[in-house]
C-alpha cells in the first residue's frame, strides 16, 4: 500500500521558518506530482505548492517569494521550506501526490502536520 508521511510542522514565532518533509513509501512504480495544501481554522483546504516530475512548480499567490517547494525523485521525497511565516500561515499542512503503483495512478494523501505561527 502506498503511504505518504509528513513531518516537520511544529510552533514558530512569526518572521521565523520551518521546513516541512514529506516521504512516499509502498508499491510505487513513479511518482507523477507532489505538492502541499493546507487547512486553517474556519477555512476550507487550499493549494500551497505542487512540484512535476520534470520540475515544473506552481504557487499559490500568498506564499510566493517566501515558501519554496523541492523535491527528491530518487527518494520519493517533497519538501517546502517556509521562510518569513505570519500568525495567517497557521494550519494544518497536508502532504499530496500523485502515484503510478502497478496498474494504476491515484492521488494519495498524508495525515497532515500543525503548523502554529505566533505574534
Known amino acids: 500500500q502506498v503511504r505518504l508521511v509528513e513531518s516537520g510542522g511544529g510552533t514558530v514565532q512569526a518572521g521565523g521558518s520551518l521546513r516541512l518533509s514529506c516521504g512516499a513509501s509502498?508499491?510505487?512504480?513513479?511518482?507523477?506530482?507532489m505538492g502541499w495544501y493546507r487547512r486553517a481554522p474556519g477555512k476550507q483546504r487550499e493549494l500551497v505548492a505542487t512540484?512535476?516530475?520534470?520540475?515544473?512548480?506552481t504557487y499559490a499567490d500568498y506564499v510566493k517569494g517566501r515558501f519554496t517547494i523541492s523535491r527528491d525523485n530518487a527518494n520519493n521525497m517533497v519538501y517546502l521550506q517556509m521562510n518569513s511565516l505570519t500568525p495567517e500561515d497557521t494550519a494544518v499542512y497536508y502532504c499530496?501526490?500523485?502515484?503510478?503503483?502497478?496498474?494504476?495512478?491515484?492521488?494519495?494523501w498524508g495525515q497532515g502536520t500543525q503548523v502554529t505561527v505566533s505574534s
Open positions: 509502498g508499491r510505487i512504480s513513479g511518482i507523477l506530482a
Open positions: 512540484v512535476a516530475r520534470a520540475g515544473t512548480t
Open positions: 499530496w501526490s500523485s502515484i503510478s503503483s502497478p496498474g494504476v495512478a491515484l492521488p494519495y
